[in-house]
């Protein structure tokens, strides 16, 4: 019975992680992490959207490829996340319909670049693979993930309560967007063994002390940036630098041979941990 148990919760959790369940509740923890930090009341229908549009769009991204040229023999998993992924969209579409037209302009601008990201549309002259799409230029992709993310849960959820865009706003997406990147770092450095060079990932190009070095002058800067902000109170910065202590850490001992979940759930779960932190302080 013990061992069936634990059998059933490993597959829970790796469902919960490949359908991009995880990675949609660290979006939606920034997106809140917004909220709370401008004071603004939460607004529930942002929040789902935010959660329902990154399984959709995540899923699409790295399922499409698999989908479009093995449908027929597609394992029971894959069918499930797309099972799954059909009906986040068909909520994500549902919880879109209650926002502004204003915030729905924006998010248009965001769905192409989600969209363009996994579909081949551009010249081959401009690529050194066969993908032809935006996440095979090289170099792009952990900047383009970090341009969504921070465009979605700082500009966002302002925009649909009508909050005006100032320094302090600017500041705080430029936080984001750093943030973002050096999240990515740990996965980068996993990805060493399978990514194909023509990529030129950051540890690719320099290597991995050296993108742990950059990494760790990144995250300094974001909390130098915090002091710049004109609302920033002790207790947020607190619980910014707190995080970011466990940030550098995550990134320090990454290595290329990780275990399973060390990006995919731990680091992925950094954005969780600070939302709780801010609930709680």
């Given at each position: 019975m013990y061992f069936?148990?634990?059998?059933?919760?490993?597959?829970?959790?790796?469902?919960?992680?490949?359908?991009?369940?995880?990675?949609?509740?660290s979006v939606l923890s920034l997106t809140w992490i917004t909220l709370l930090e401008f004071q603004i009341p939460n607004n529930i229908n942002v929040l789902l959207f935010v959660f329902f549009a990154t399984i959709t769009g995540y899923n699409f991204v790295k399922y499409f490829g698999i989908a479009k040229f093995h449908h027929r023999s597609l394992t029971n998993w894959l069918k499930s996340i797309q099972i799954f992924s059909f009906f986040c969209f068909l909520l994500m579409a549902y919880y879109g319909l209650q926002l502004s037209l204003k915030t729905?302009?924006?998010?248009?601008?965001?769905?192409?670049?989600t969209f363009l990201y996994a579909i081949?549309?551009?010249?081959?002259?401009?690529?050194?693979?066969?993908?032809?799409?935006?996440r095979s230029i090289v170099g792009l992709k952990i900047y383009l993930i970090a341009l969504v993310w921070s465009g979605?849960?700082?500009?966002?959820?302002?925009?649909?309560?009508?909050?005006?865009?100032?320094?302090?706003?600017?500041?705080?997406?430029?936080?984001r967007f750093i943030f973002v990147v050096v999240l990515m770092l740990p996965f980068e450095i996993r990805d060493l063994q399978f990514d194909s060079l023509k990529l030129s990932t950051v540890p690719q190009q320099i290597g991995v002390k050296a993108t742990k070095t950059i990494g760790g002058f990144l995250i300094f800067g974001i909390y130098i940036l915090d002091y710049f902000k004109s609302h920033?109170?002790?207790?947020?910065?607190?619980v910014l630098l707190f995080v970011l202590v466990l940030l550098f850490l995550f990134l320090?001992?990454?290595?290329?041979?990780?275990?399973?979940?060390?990006?995919?759930?731990?680091?992925?779960?950094?954005?969780?941990?600070?939302?709780?932190?801010?609930?709680?302080?």
């Open positions: 069936y148990s634990m059998k059933v919760l490993k597959q829970l959790l790796s469902f919960y992680v490949n359908s991009s369940i995880h990675v949609a509740f729905l302009y924006y998010i248009g601008a965001f769905g192409l670049v081949p549309f551009l010249p081959k002259r401009l690529f050194l693979d066969k993908q032809k799409n935006l979605v849960t700082v500009f966002l959820p302002l925009i649909e309560a009508e909050a005006s865009i100032n320094e302090t706003v600017l500041i705080c997406a430029l936080q920033s109170l002790g207790n947020d910065r607190a320090i001992f990454a290595r290329v041979r990780q275990g399973k979940y060390y990006s995919a759930f731990w680091v992925e779960g950094i954005p969780i941990f600070w939302l709780l932190l801010s609930l709680v302080f």
